[in-house]
């Protein structure tokens, strides 16, 4: 079935794209400064109103978009009936800034106003609140600062932002994860193993479990005597710039053009798969990092990552779906790309069969090259962070401690610290470092100068290490970004001395 994309649909969705790619110009923006609202917005989700947060910039629209050279001089207001700090995902500002409550600054009080300023690093990042139970509630932002290659590229820029989103409160959430009662994370852990053998050699190449130098004894028993966790809760709604399938986002787009597709995984607790469908996919940017590009028609992206896709056009009139999966299991989300007077195709909410997991075997982060790797040195510690938990009691430890039991991992500012992160447990953990970006250089103890990030996916009974040279000298958050997972333990601190 189709539909045709009417000038009133392509006003529309001209409006949803000016929500996602808010540009503030330097003249003004540097004359008067940033403005941003912690506030409460209303989505229509399927037909039903749902109130939720959400980060408005100067304009009334979500987030923001800063040229290249634009410093990020920001007054935050918080309009929310409750506290709240935000945190500038993938940035790395002064510490004070970082926005984790009371490290060092407290929460920012109902109606107060704080002021930031520091030089941003470019990319594709976001930004959102660090009380997980306010995330869940979509107070999150993308944040992009382009390039000046972005302003000569001949490109349209298009912001794919992701969320998972239900109409029970955050605690009702968390209270039914911890119960176990929404948990059938095994089963379709094992429908999309069935659907899919191969999972995670979409691309091709990378390391199998059975090639894991180092583990080979303990993971594949691990392996083979417990299924996979991969979704321990089931959303009502999987978002893509607030909207579901039911009423996606249009983006007009140019015959025979290129896109830049920012894709953002802000969700709390979903792994997506973007799937380009027919268009050819070049994957050139990982966590707002360049890397050597890398064709193929799907992409995984864990919670906190964020991927830069380039897609070309075919010369013709046309509707394109971008969509985005759920890991194992069949609901999906998404956009469309369409010229105009392209026939729109509708797309159901349900796919016909499960996502795979994604990446179990680290083949698409093996095959990430960054464009400006990290200079070699000799790490001068190398500590290793055991990830680990369980669904009943639901808890999730680093080192098998929680976070107000936590031995931070310690450097002095300028060292070169290698971080191990071994996963023995049965989901995966995206681990997100604050402050800071490092380099994936060995997976499974087989070593390579992978790509730059500040979120890496650590899959069931893997290890993945990382290089980082130590910066301000602070305490700096370090945790899984799974927020039920953060939410019950799973973070401790990069304490980085004078």
């Given at each position: 079935m189709?539909?045709?994309?009417?000038?009133?649909g392509?006003?529309?969705?001209?409006a949803?794209?000016?929500a996602?790619?808010?540009l503030?110009?330097?003249?003004?923006?540097?004359?008067t400064g940033?403005t941003?609202?912690a506030?409460t917005?209303t989505?229509?989700i399927?037909?039903r109103?749902?109130t939720?947060?959400?980060?408005?910039?100067?304009?009334?629209?979500?987030?923001?978009?800063?040229?290249?050279?634009?410093?990020?001089?920001l007054d935050?207001t918080?309009?929310l009936?409750?506290p709240?700090?935000?945190h500038?995902h993938g940035?790395?500002p002064?510490?004070?800034?970082?926005g984790?409550?009371?490290?060092?600054?407290?929460l920012?009080?109902?109606?107060?106003?704080?002021s930031?300023?520091y030089?941003?690093?470019?990319g594709?990042?976001?930004?959102?609140?660090?009380v997980?139970?306010?995330?869940?509630r979509?107070?999150?932002?993308p944040l992009?600062?382009?390039?000046p290659?972005?302003?000569?590229?001949n490109?349209?820029e298009?912001?794919?932002f992701?969320?998972?989103?239900?109409?029970r409160t955050?605690?009702?959430?968390?209270?039914?994860?911890?119960s176990?009662a929404?948990?059938?994370?095994?089963?379709?852990?094992?429908?999309a193993?069935a659907a899919?053998?191969?999972?995670?050699?979409?691309?091709?190449?990378g390391?199998?479990?059975?090639?894991?130098?180092g583990?080979?004894d303990?993971?594949?028993?691990g392996?083979a005597?417990?299924a996979?966790?991969?979704?321990?809760?089931?959303?009502?709604?999987?978002?893509?710039n607030d909207?579901?399938?039911?009423?996606?986002?249009?983006?007009?787009?140019?015959?025979?053009?290129?896109?830049?597709?920012?894709?953002?995984n802000?969700a709390a607790?979903?792994?997506?798969?973007?799937?380009?469908?027919a268009?050819?996919?070049?994957?050139?940017?990982?966590?707002?990092?360049p890397?050597?590009p890398?064709?193929g028609?799907?992409?995984?992206?864990a919670m906190g990552?964020?991927?830069?896709?380039?897609?070309?056009?075919?010369?013709?009139q046309?509707?394109?779906?971008i969509?985005?999966r759920?890991?194992?299991?069949?609901?999906?989300?998404?956009?469309?790309l369409?010229?105009?007077?392209?026939?729109?195709?509708?797309?159901?909410g349900?796919?016909?069969?499960?996502?795979?997991?994604?990446?179990v075997?680290?083949?698409?982060?093996?095959?990430?090259?960054a464009?400006?790797p990290?200079?070699?040195?000799v790490?001068?510690?190398?500590p290793?962070?055991?990830l680990?938990?369980?669904?009943?009691?639901?808890?999730?430890t680093i080192?098998?401690?929680?976070?107000?039991?936590?031995?931070?991992?310690?450097?002095?500012?300028?060292?070169?610290?290698e971080?191990?992160?071994?996963?023995?447990?049965m989901?995966g953990?995206?681990?997100?470092l604050?402050?800071?970006?490092?380099?994936?250089?060995?997976i499974?103890?087989t070593?390579?100068?992978?790509?730059?990030?500040d979120?890496?996916?650590?899959p069931p009974m893997?290890?993945?290490?990382?290089?980082?040279?130590?910066?301000?000298?602070?305490?700096?958050?370090l945790h899984?970004?799974?927020?039920?997972?953060?939410?019950?333990?799973?973070m401790?601190?990069f304490?980085?001395?004078?």
């Open positions: 189709a539909q045709i994309l009417t000038r009133r392509f006003l529309a969705a001209s949803g794209m000016a996602a790619l808010a503030p110009r330097p003249s003004l923006a540097q004359a940033l941003l609202q506030t917005r989505l229509d399927d037909g109103a749902a939720v947060f959400g980060l408005l910039n100067g304009t009334g629209t979500p987030g923001l978009v800063l040229d290249p050279g634009q410093r990020f001089r935050l918080n309009d009936a409750e709240t700090i935000i500038w940035q790395i002064p510490n004070a800034q970082d984790v409550p009371d490290m060092p600054m407290p920012l009080q109902p109606g107060e106003t704080r930031y300023d030089d941003p690093a470019a594709t990042h976001w930004m959102h609140s660090h997980p139970l306010q995330e869940m979509l107070l999150a932002a992009i600062v382009r390039r290659e972005d302003l000569r590229a490109r349209q298009v912001t794919m992701l969320h998972d989103f239900s109409f955050p605690e009702e959430v968390l209270d039914e994860i911890r176990g929404g948990h059938t994370g095994a089963g379709a852990a094992e429908e193993q899919d053998p191969h999972a995670g050699h979409d691309m091709g190449g390391t199998t479990m059975s090639g894991m130098q583990m080979e303990m993971p594949m028993q392996m005597g417990m996979m966790d991969l979704n321990d809760f089931d959303f009502d709604a999987y978002l893509a909207r579901t399938l039911a009423d996606p986002e249009v983006v007009q787009v140019e015959k025979g053009g290129r896109v830049l597709l920012r894709v953002i802000a607790a979903t792994v997506f798969w973007v799937d380009c469908g268009l050819p996919g070049r994957l050139v940017a990982v966590d707002g990092q890397v050597q890398l064709s028609a799907r992409f995984g992206v990552q964020r991927l830069d896709l380039e897609l070309d056009l075919p010369a013709g046309g509707a394109w779906p969509l985005a759920r890991e194992g299991a069949h609901e999906r989300t998404g956009l469309i369409a010229t105009v007077g392209a026939e729109v195709p509708i797309i159901l349900l796919a016909d069969e499960a996502a795979p997991a994604f990446d075997d680290l083949a698409q982060e093996a095959r990430l090259r464009l400006s990290l200079d070699e040195r790490a001068d510690a190398t290793m962070l055991m680990g938990g369980q669904m009943q009691p639901y808890r999730w080192n098998d401690r929680v976070f107000e039991d936590r031995v931070p991992v310690t450097a002095r500012s300028g060292q070169r610290v971080i191990a992160f071994h996963n023995m447990s989901m953990h995206p681990m997100h604050h402050g800071h970006h490092f380099q994936v250089v060995a499974n103890g070593r390579f100068a992978g790509a730059l990030r979120t890496v996916y650590v893997s290890m993945v290490t990382v290089a980082v040279d130590a910066g301000e000298a602070a305490e700096w958050m899984c970004h799974h927020m039920p997972h953060l939410a019950s333990g799973m401790t601190t304490a980085v001395s004078g």
